[in-house]
């Protein structure tokens, strides 16, 4: 992991001086956001594909369980005498091994037969988390598992919990007592054995060193020890866990696109032509797990399903293709990262002052609320992704709410067109035709309003399809030519002979 | 038989849950406070609730939307306190109605896009828990106010009940009770065949949302014990053990009451043993255990009772092929 880190550095120092790295990365929110947009992207792309196959809320019982197996991972650890720490691989493969659990289990109590999809993952994540927090209060004490990290994280921190690496002038410092910069302290050697004070004359001494030992560059340079600074970088570790888990996440996907894809939308297919979708779906939960416990830190383990759910929920309404919703759900995803930092600060998209809001309901309702607004930056994330949604439900040029109101609005209007048209289409020239196509009482016949009918005669008499003549409505030549046109559409829609019934 | 035997086991459970209380006395030394007489009472009765609400969340396979309603709770809680400040009342109100706000959210957006119904719920679930924690974080920022004990919704805390919570939840399970009782047919109807009571003119709409407020109410009633994340397992829990034992729905509401209860009621016994076992998570595990037992031993469905057919059948299968082939 330091390895990685350090030749990622090294890229990054070929374009920036190693001074601006550093105040990039010390800027609480250009490493919340980056973090926030690197979960964003890992759960995306997994969330396009669970979301497709009607597994969403498995990544919701997934990132409960987690926590069950990290408690597990750090009992074991602190049983084993190794210092519990929330990056370290055996967390992780805790982790891992909890979702997986909570998968298995599920499927078990599933196939079964005597519970259903649904109510068998309600049955396992509560079951698993109750565990997780019975060992926590239990057995686990002083540990930061404590409640808020377990549900909003701590994303605005990710930028104070780093790795420093040294560039230039990275001595690290041996200081032995020779040396010019030692300091010679004298220390009394039998005062505590004597229970007697330094100034009394029994007391025996000896020269010790007081700040001999081995600093590391970033230690000898803060004590003043060295001439020259070294060059060190400072870099969050959050950062780090989150570009690993992208790079698998991306690799996975690139790699098994066909699979996933094929697994997908027809699993019956894939299993026929040898492919094993279990295998896959498995290695995807895998994968959602890790991304679960990798943004743990970070995001907490409820609001971390948002990352899986609503981004890619808000693609699936905007594209119809799988290529265009592991596009589209990872720049929704990111933006609702970037976005939601200024959220947490009181800015929605930049733009929109929550104070003003905050003002506006304390004048409406006569409240007294304090008008700055600081609030949770995860939890202001998952709302501005939420905000997308819901603008991309509204507006999708597919699918929106606007689109589909004015689709269904044409539709009926142009249903109501074809009424009339073959109303007077059926009557014209027939004996009853004064009866039923007399234009002051046309309406009745359709139980519409007379203004009702007035739009649509208006809409028709301008398409050039009905005119008037003796007071009542007939079809021109134009418009009998459309009635012909949608009655061959009609039979050939629906393949039925084309047989006239005017010709016995 | 089946009828009788069902019945024989809701008083053999209400029995043991009885007994329970002196039997730990007797042999963990549980000491009977005022606290685990309170807490025990109202794990229970709350137990009965959700048990006897849930069999039709169960049965119409909406197990989840009972973990999307407690979760949208949450920012009803924070705006009830920044209301009217730390009354229960207030918040229990503003629980519900955030709660049914995201049941409606949930309905528009199954509605009128093609968002499947685990997806709509995972939406409606993680912004509204965002939205209450964002609230969370305002309030506890606020100098005057300490957001003191709202933190307590999302995971529970069994201890902060008192006498009066437990009357507010006698009188509400009573109530509900009411009426289940009172549109008892239409319930059935609605959850088995929603089509059908459609088309026989029963007002669809009107019992479905009636049937959804009943689950938004025990939600709501049951965060303070239970907590926002564990709620779901009270819902569906004791019914999905019910259902294991009949075919009835008269006796899976009777027999999932008596099993919330029992696993309410013994869950808060269990955890007083200990001061480090928190009572709601417990209650869950006691919950599902009772699952298990029930998938493994029902008989007639039971797992158990499965194998025993399936070896009998093939010892059956066996002798007449000696018979035929002799």
Redesign the interface.
């Given at each position: 992991m330091m390895g990685l880190e350090r030749a990622l550095i090294e890229l990054l120092l070929r374009f920036v001086t190693h001074d601006a790295l550093n105040a990039f990365l010390r800027s609480p929110q250009h490493t919340a956001s980056l973090v926030g947009c690197l979960i964003a992207i890992c759960g995306a792309l997994l969330g396009t594909f669970l979301?497709l196959r009607?597994?969403?809320?498995t990544?919701?019982a997934i990132s409960?369980t987690v926590l069950l197996g990290i408690v597990l991972a750090f009992m074991l650890m602190t049983g084993a005498g190794l210092e519990g720490d929330t990056s370290s691989p055996w967390l992780i493969v805790g982790a891992a091994a909890a979702g997986v659990g909570t998968v298995v289990l599920t499927e078990t109590?599933h196939r079964?037969g005597?519970?259903?999809q649904?109510?068998a993952?309600?049955?396992a994540f509560?079951?698993l988390?109750?565990?997780a927090?019975?060992l926590v209060?239990?057995f686990v004490d002083d540990v930061h598992l404590d409640?808020d990290a377990v549900?909003?994280g701590e994303i605005g921190l990710a930028w104070a919990n780093t790795n420093s690496h040294c560039f230039e002038h990275c001595e690290s410092l041996r200081i032995t007592p020779e040396h010019p910069a030692a300091q010679q302290m004298r220390q009394c050697v039998n005062c505590r054995e004597l229970t007697i004070s330094p100034r009394d004359e029994r007391a025996e001494f000896r020269e010790v060193c007081g700040n001999c030992g081995v600093y590391t560059p970033a230690q000898a340079w803060s004590a003043g020890l060295l001439d020259e600074a070294p060059t060190l970088v400072f870099f969050p570790k959050s950062i780090t866990v989150m570009l690993v888990l992208t790079a698998l996440t991306v690799g996975f996907v690139a790699v098994f696109y066909k699979e996933l894809k094929l697994t997908t939308f027809d699993a019956a297919l894939a299993k026929s032509l040898g492919f094993r979708p279990a295998a896959l779906t498995y290695a995807l939960m895998i994968l959602v797990s890790l991304v679960a416990v990798g943004a743990f830190d970070a995001v907490g383990s409820?609001?971390v399903?948002?990352f899986?759910?609503?981004p890619?929920?808000a693609a699936?309404?905007l594209t119809d293709r799988l290529s265009g919703m592991l596009l589209l759900s990872p720049v929704i995803g990111g933006a609702g990262a970037f976005f939601g930092y200024d959220l947490?600060r009181g800015w929605l998209f930049g733009m929109l002052p929550v104070a003003e809001g905050i003002a506006a309901l304390n004048a409406i309702?006569g409240?007294q609320?304090?008008e700055?607004?600081?609030?949770?930056i995860?939890?202001?994330?998952?709302?501005t992704?939420?905000v997308l949604?819901v603008l991309v439900?509204i507006l999708s040029p597919r699918?929106g709410?606007v689109v589909?109101a004015v689709r269904r609005a044409n539709s009926r209007r142009r249903f109501d067109d074809q009424v009339v048209l073959a109303h007077i289409h059926n009557h014209q020239g027939t004996p009853s035709h004064a009866i039923e196509l007399r234009a002051a009482t046309l309406h009745q016949h359709f139980r519409w309003t007379p203004q009702k009918m007035n739009r649509v005669l208006m809409r028709l008499r301008a398409l050039g399809f009905v005119s008037q003549e003796a007071g009542s409505a007939i079809l021109t030549q134009r418009g009998d030519a459309h009635v012909h046109a949608f009655r061959k559409q009609l039979l050939v829609a629906h393949n039925i002979p084309d047989i006239d019934p005017t010709q016995p | 038989m089946a009828e009788r035997r069902v019945w024989a086991m809701i008083a053999a459970l209400l029995a043991l849950g009885v007994l329970l209380v002196p039997l730990s006395q007797a042999l963990f030394g549980l000491r009977l406070t005022y606290t685990v007489r309170v807490v025990a009472l109202g794990g229970s009765l709350l137990g009965a609730l959700s048990g006897a609400v849930g069999c039709f969340a169960?049965l119409r396979?909406?197990?989840?939307l009972?973990?999307a309603l407690s979760?949208a709770a949450l920012p009803g809680v924070a705006v009830g306190f920044?209301?009217a400040g730390r009354q229960l009342g207030a918040l229990l109100v503003g629980a519900g109605i955030a709660s049914w706000l995201g049941l409606r959210l949930v309905a528009a957006?199954l509605r009128?896009?093609?968002?499947?119904q685990?997806?709509?719920?995972?939406?409606v679930?993680?912004?509204f828990?965002?939205?209450g924690?964002?609230?969370?974080?305002?309030i506890q920022?606020?100098?005057e106010a300490s957001q003191a004990g709202l933190?307590s919704f999302?995971?529970g805390q069994a201890a902060a009940i008192i006498a009066s919570d437990i009357a507010l939840l006698g009188a509400v399970g009573l109530a509900v009770t009411l009426v289940l009782a009172l549109l008892w047919k239409e319930f059935k109807l609605i959850t088995f065949d929603a089509e059908f009571a459609s088309a026989g003119g029963l007002r669809g709409g009107l019992i479905d949302a009636l049937l959804s407020t009943l689950i938004v109410v025990t939600i709501v009633l049951g965060l303070q014990l239970a907590g926002v994340?564990?709620m779901?397992?009270m819902l569906?829990?004791p019914a999905?053990a019910a259902?294991?034992w009949t075919h009835s729905l008269e006796q899976m509401v009777v027999l999932a009451a008596a099993l919330g209860a029992f696993a309410g009621g013994s869950g808060a016994v269990i955890s007083a043993l200990?001061s480090?076992?928190?009572t709601?998570?417990?209650i869950?595990?006691v919950a599902?255990a009772l699952?298990a037992l029930s998938?493994t031993l029902a008989p007639g469905?039971?797992?158990l009772w499965r194998q025993l057919r399936q070896r009998e059948n093939r010892r059956h299968f066996r002798s007449r092929r000696l018979e035929t082939g002799a």
């Open positions: 979301l009607g597994l969403s809320l990544s919701d409960h109590l079964s005597l519970v259903r649904d109510a993952l309600g049955l509560p079951l988390f109750a565990i927090v019975i209060s239990r409640d549900l909003v409820i609001l399903i948002a899986f759910i609503i890619p929920a699936y309404l947490a309702f409240l609320l304090r700055a607004w600081d609030s949770s995860s939890a202001s994330v998952v709302l992704m939420f949604f439900w699918y709410l589909s | 169960v396979r909406e197990s989840l009972g973990d979760h920044l209301l957006i009128t896009t093609r968002i499947k685990d997806a709509a719920l995972g939406i679930l993680a912004s828990f965002a939205a924690i964002a609230l969370l974080t305002y920022s606020l100098p933190d999302i995971f994340i564990l779901v397992g569906i829990a999905i259902r294991q200990d480090d076992i928190p709601g998570p417990m869950i595990v599902f699952v998938i469905r039971g797992v």
